[in-house]
T-cell receptor, first 114, second 114 residues
Framework: KAGVTQTPRYLIKTRGQQVTLSCSPI?????VSWYQQTPGQGLQFLFE???????NKGNFPGRFSGRQFSNSRSEMNVSTLELGDSALYLC?????????????FGPGTRLTVL | QQQVKQSPQSLIVQKGGISIINCAYE??????FPWYQQFPGKGPALLIA?????SEKKEGRFTISFNKSAKQFSLHIMDSQPGDSATYFC?????????????FGKGTKLSVIP
């Protein structure tokens, strides 16, 4: 069974640009969550989608947005990039989206903002 | 602000020794506590998880101890091996609104030396 895949794996952008990251969950999984990982702040929750609906959003500015498609694949978008957006962006999928449902993480997309 | 505090930041253990990582939380609504293991270049992977209705859970060489009254939980790695060298994150999930969100500790980098 294939795991969570994220594309691209590495990305370099400049300040002010926008970026779209993609996540394909494990087949049959309906929940997709996004997390930002930085050395200083650790792993921080961005948002979670279930059946194409955003159920929860973390404490990030509106420049961070996402969506989920009918096949459960998800994208997140960051507009007007800032240097501080440089991070590893992780996607996690869950089968049921219920409490205590195991979340399986992808390898992440390493975003560097110059 | 929901928080999970994790210590130590880094840990060096001799092969065959016991590695102990501690976490403390504030939000009494947390009721699911997973531990994740992350190797360089990989996403976090679920290691073991516990609910607060049990005080201890063991899976192989990994044990979680849970103290509900103190709002603390810890991971013990028995007979630590060089292959256990990784970053370990404790996390917590609540049963309230947005319950699918994981709140992570800042991580502990474990190095097991031969």
């Amino acid at each position: 069974k294939a795991g969570v895949t994220q594309t691209p794996r590495y990305l370099i952008k400049t300040r002010g640009q926008q970026v779209t990251l993609s996540c394909s969950p494990i087949s049959g999984h309906r929940s997709v969550s996004w997390y930002q990982q930085t050395p200083g702040q650790g792993l921080q929750f961005l948002f979670e989608y279930f059946s194409e609906t955003q159920r929860n959003k973390g404490n990030f500015p509106g420049r961070f947005s996402g969506r989920q498609f009918s096949n459960s694949r998800s994208e997140m978008n960051v507009s007007t990039l800032e240097l501080g957006d440089s991070a590893l962006y992780l996607c996690a999928s869950g089968r049921t989206g219920d409490r205590a449902d195991t979340q399986y993480f992808g390898p992440g997309t390493r975003l560097t903002v110059l | 602000q929901q928080q999970v505090k994790q210590s130590p930041q880094s840990l060096i253990v001799q092969k065959g020794g016991i590695s102990i990582i501690n976490c403390a939380y504030e939000n009494t609504a947390f009721d699911y506590f997973p531990w994740y293991q992350q190797f360089p270049g990989k996403g976090p992977a679920l290691l073991i998880a516990i609910r607060p209705d049990v005080s201890e859970k063991k899976e192989g060489r990994f044990t979680i101890s849970f103290n509900k009254s103190a709002k603390q939980f810890s991971l013990h790695i028995m007979d630590s091996q060089p292959g256990d060298s990784a970053t370990y994150f404790c996390a917590a999930q609540s049963h309230g609104a947005g319950s699918y969100q994981l709140t992570f500790g800042k991580g502990t980098k474990l190095s097991v030396i031969p």
